[in-house]
């Protein structure tokens, strides 16, 4: 079982019945033994932008993407510009969870920041105590890891199966494999 890491990713395996996870893309930004684990799942998105859920309005619009099933009223964000926010927490070369949310604002307004160097989740993918670890026992996910280009500029329509074929091997087969076999 591969080592997980803040900055490692977890893919869910093709067949993961929780419907939370299907084809999930997960970024671990904390995980400690005996501690529990947080994580952002990359590729689910919402139907709302950053706006929908502030009370004054950001320009230009920043999608937000659900972070997880748990606390859908907090908001959470990685981005590659620690140079100009200040604060947050390296994840891994390229990517930083957090920061200085006003600067954020601001920074965006300005178009100094694009939209395509944030990513904003509601809510967050959370495991208590061994249960990630008891998870990955189980074949539910596979630990990788990944590039900020790649975190930041996959549609999330592609995300799960461009991180597979990535891998190669047989997880290339594996990107391949029909939501409903039963449908071929």
Known sequence: ?????????????????????????VLICEHETNQGSFGLI???????????????????????????????????????RPD???????????????????????????????????????????WEDDQLDNELKKDSWIVSSTTSDVIFDTPPENFWRTILKEMGGSFKVLANYPSDPSLN
């Open 1 to 25: 079982m591969k080592n997980i890491t803040k900055g490692s990713i977890l893919i869910s395996e093709p067949f993961l019945k929780d419907p939370n996870f299907n084809r999930s893309v």
């Open 42 to 80: 990359l590729n689910q998105t919402s139907n709302l932008n950053l706006d929908d859920v502030l009370e004054e309005n950001i320009y230009p619009d920043v999608p937000l993407y659900v972070g997880g099933p748990v606390q859908h009223n907090t908001l959470h964000y990685v981005h590659r």
């Open 84 to 126: 100009i926010i200040d604060g947050g927490i390296t994840l891994m070369e390229g990517v930083t969870w957090g920061g200085n949310f006003q600067q954020v604002k601001s920074l965006l307004n300005n178009g100094v920041l694009s939209p395509k160097d944030i990513r904003c989740f509601i809510g967050y993918s959370g």
